[in-house]
């Protein structure tokens, strides 16, 4: 059974800071693999997909990394802005393309 | 271009009652997929359909039942509502995996 593990579970920052979210899984042998972003009672919003072939995807100021063979995954958010505040879920799918999902990373970024 | 689309957005039920939470998407998927969010614990799958006239039981399916109605609709029913089942519920569907999955805004339960 996939697990997936995300670390830290909540973090607070202040504007402007680099971050890196972490996401660690147990069964290697993904399809993909892929970020999301929870604004408090909102549903889930699509920020970055990895697919197992894949090393790396960048979308603006957000780039997510990918070791297979590790069981890690790292989302990076450059110069982060008080909008950035939300909740990042890391959601892992094997060959039978059912997502896996961590518990999240709550982030506060307070100006 | 709506995407998933939940119905209805928030529900109160009684003990002992039942409902139908409503899940369409447009955009020609074949899998789809019921998730409960409840605080602390993630997302967890409840039931999942990969292609029309299938279904399957995901890691919580006890208290649940659903219809993969076509190859557009996946609903999923509470037969005799427990206030265990007070959660979000998250419906979402892809075209196996290809390209993600995309969820839509969910549907809070509360059963008294």
């Known amino acids: 059974k996939q697990e997936v593990t995300q670390i830290p579970a909540a973090l607070s920052v202040p504007e402007g800071e680099n971050l890196v979210l972490n996401c660690s899984f147990t069964d290697s042998a993904i399809y993909n693999l892929q970020w999301f972003r929870q604004d408090p009672g909102k549903g889930l919003t699509s920020l970055l997909l990895?697919?197992?072939?894949?090393r790396e995807q960048t979308s603006g100021r957000l780039n997510a990394s990918l070791d297979k063979s590790s069981g890690r995954s790292t989302l990076y958010i450059a110069a982060s802005q008080p909008g950035d505040s939300a909740t990042y879920l890391c959601a892992v799918a094997g060959g039978s393309y059912i997502p896996t999902f961590g518990r999240g990373t709550s982030l506060i970024v307070h100006p | 271009n709506a995407g998933v689309t939940q119905t209805p957005k928030f529900q109160v039920l009684k003990t002992g009652q039942s409902m139908t939470l409503q899940c369409a998407q447009d955009m020609n998927h074949n899998s789809m997929y019921w998730y409960r969010q409840d605080p602390g614990m993630g997302l967890r799958l409840i039931y999942y359909?990969?292609?029309?006239?299938?279904?399957d039981k995901g890691e919580v399916p006890n208290g649940y039942n659903v219809s993969r109605l076509n190859k557009r609709e996946f609903s999923l029913r509470l037969e005799s509502a427990a206030p265990s089942q007070t959660s979000v519920y998250f419906c979402?569907?892809?075209?196996?995996?290809?390209?993600?999955?995309?969820f839509g805004s969910g549907t809070r339960l509360t059963v008294v």
């Open positions: 990895i697919q197992s072939s894949q």
């Open positions: 979402a569907s892809s075209e196996d995996g290809s390209y993600g999955y995309t």
């Open positions: 359909s990969a292609s029309e006239g299938t279904t």
